[in-house]
């Protein structure tokens, strides 16, 4: 059997990790400024992360959602302290798409509708829903396609009004900020007015920090920068710090029923674990504040070269969109430097370091920036 081929994979094979370190088979060393998809929150095999886990998995790795796991109350409760959520509910999932599949059916069992507004070049995920609320034609099969979701511009309050104002839509899914699209926010304002509009026409607003939450803008999420509060936000990427993991948080106004949601591996011992010592290492290294203090170092350095048409973001979420004639600087990174980054297009790196980033790496970077397009 040969694996069903739809990645395509650079030729690096990581085989160890330590930090912001990344070592492959050959030995060769490389600097992860992107933490797989912006997944590793707190670094590569961090201490407390390592031994919680190891300690859980010598006790128990694995029992159903029917019976008590006094680990997911312990998630909950802690989660809700640090992300400013205490009186909302977690559901926990497996992953980001699965957490935006969730969000959308509760918004749709809460209000009775069955219609939703997105973004135009929204990603959300690769499921049913999620992928029906993802603007990309291309990954969308025939399956797939539906009328249920309609697709807005960023930052357009008028267009949002024009289709809340029939009353058929069950709600509003944003991202904290546009990632797979090369890193674009919603103003702030723009959230507020959505929300009071959702608030007007019994919608709900659903804010999807799958990617931008966690402590990577400088906020626990990214919409904590307007001050809006949402109905439902979703998480999942640096919740576990590469162990499978999702979260829907609900907001006290929305009841839950027995067997309205469900999953079997969703919020498991291990995968609590892995959230708790995520969350553990934020609070006591102050990661989020971390985030902010060299996120803002990094953009205000990036921003004074010229190669770069715009760098857009917050914290430690960034995107540096090229100039024409740059377009081969993410692979000299890789190839020349030994620098993990991201792409959105032809013409976007992204940067998602681990929130553990240090200011000697991010001038490492810059500079190494200069030599290759000096």
């Known amino acids: 059997m040969e694996l069903f081929d739809v990645y395509k994979l650079w030729p690096i094979e990581p085989v160890k990790a330590k930090g912001l370190k990344i070592w492959d088979k050959d030995g060769v060393e490389y600097t992860d400024l992107y933490g797989g998809h912006a997944v590793i929150s707190i670094g590569h095999c961090h201490e407390t992360?390592?031994?919680?886990?190891?300690?859980?998995?010598?006790?128990?790795?694995?029992?159903?959602?029917?019976?008590?796991?006094s680990l997911q109350r312990e998630l909950a409760s802690t989660f809700?302290?640090?992300?400013?959520?205490?009186?909302?509910?977690?559901?926990?999932?497996?992953?980001?798409?699965?957490?935006?599949?969730n969000a959308l059916k509760l918004a749709s069992f809460h209000t009775g509708k069955r219609k939703f507004i997105a973004m135009e070049?929204?990603?959300?995920?690769?499921?049913?829903?999620a992928v029906a609320a993802t603007d990309n034609p291309k990954i969308r099969a025939p399956f797939n396609l539906t009328?249920?979701?309609?697709?807005?511009?960023?930052?357009?309050?008028?267009?949002?009004?024009?289709c809340l104002s029939t009353g058929e839509y069950a709600g509003v899914i944003i991202e904290g900020i546009q990632g797979v699209a090369g890193i674009y926010e919603p103003e702030a304002q723009f959230l507020q007015e959505v929300s009071s509009l959702c608030k007007k026409h019994t919608a709900l607003l659903i804010l999807d920090e799958v990617q931008s939450g966690y402590g990577r803008t400088g906020k626990f999420f990214a919409h904590q920068h307007s001050g809006v509060v949402p109905d439902i936000i979703t998480t999942a990427k640096g919740m576990g710090n590469g162990f499978?993991?999702?979260?829907?948080?609900?907001?006290?106004?929305?009841?839950?029923?027995?067997?309205?949601?469900?999953?079997?591996?969703?919020?498991?011992?291990?995968a609590c674990t892995a959230a708790l010592a995520v969350l553990k290492v934020i609070e006591e290294e102050k990661l989020v504040e971390n985030s902010q203090a060299i996120g803002e170092y990094l953009i205000a350095e990036l921003s004074k070269m010229p190669i770069f048409k715009e760098v857009r973001g917050k914290g430690l979420m960034i995107g540096m969109e090229l100039n024409p004639g740059y377009e081969t600087l993410r692979d000299k990174l890789l190839f020349e430097e030994h620098m993990f980054t991201g792409g959105a297009g032809a013409n976007v790196i992204r940067l998602l370091p681990p929130l553990t980033i240090d200011k000697q790496t991010a001038d490492k970077f810059i500079d190494a920036i200069k030599k290759l397009t000096a």
């Open 121 to 129: 070049k929204a990603f959300h995920g690769r499921t049913f829903g």
């Open 244 to 270: 499978p993991i999702g979260g829907v948080l609900v907001a006290p106004h929305i009841k839950p029923s027995y067997g309205m949601l469900g999953t079997t591996f969703g919020g498991n011992h291990l």
């Open 80 to 101: 809700g302290r640090v992300s400013g959520y205490e009186d909302f509910a977690l559901f926990l999932c497996n992953s980001g798409a699965e957490a935006n599949e």
């Open 147 to 162: 009328d249920h979701i309609t697709f807005v511009p960023l930052n357009d309050i008028a267009a949002v009004d024009k």
């Open 49 to 69: 992360y390592v031994n919680m886990l190891q300690e859980q998995l010598n006790k128990l790795g694995f029992y159903s959602n029917a019976v008590q796991n």
